[in-house]
């Protein structure tokens, strides 16, 4: 499976970002997506993730409280991170994750990585 991220980029305390990962190289019935991020010294931590066959199988971090929204777009092969009400903190590179089964939050159990995009949200 090959992620490409991209989308990312600067925006200002409450503005919005769409994020998009690029997917190739598998189907993608029996898989699903995550998007991570890990600001400069902290670990990587999860966002969300979707499953590719059960649209409403759907997991967000606490942190997300309703700003963020994941989906896919089967038509493109796409997994999208709708980003609104962004903060200072959410400030960090981005990282779209692929891995076979259900759902999950650890960034252990995807094996899968496209490359990040820098998300900065400053004034």
């Known amino acids: 499976v090959q992620l490409q991220a991209y989308g990312g980029g600067l925006v200002q305390p409450g503005g919005s970002l769409r994020l998009s990962c690029a997917a190739s190289?598998?189907?993608?019935?029996?898989?699903?997506f995550g998007w991570f991020r890990q600001a400069p010294g902290k670990e990587r931590e999860f966002v969300a993730s979707v499953s590719w066959r059960r649209n409403r199988d759907i997991i967000y971090a606490d942190f997300v409280k309703g700003r963020f929204i994941i989906s896919r777009d089967s038509a493109k092969n796409m997994v999208h991170l709708q980003m609104n009400s962004l903060e200072p903190e959410d400030t960090a590179a981005y990282y779209c994750?692929?891995?076979?089964?259900?759902?999950?939050?650890?960034?252990?159990?995807?094996?899968?990585w496209g490359q990040g995009t820098q998300v900065t949200v400053s004034s």
């Open positions: 190289g598998s189907t993608f019935n029996d898989l699903a």
């Open positions: 994750a692929a891995r076979t089964g259900r759902v999950r939050n650890s960034k252990n159990d995807f094996p899968y």
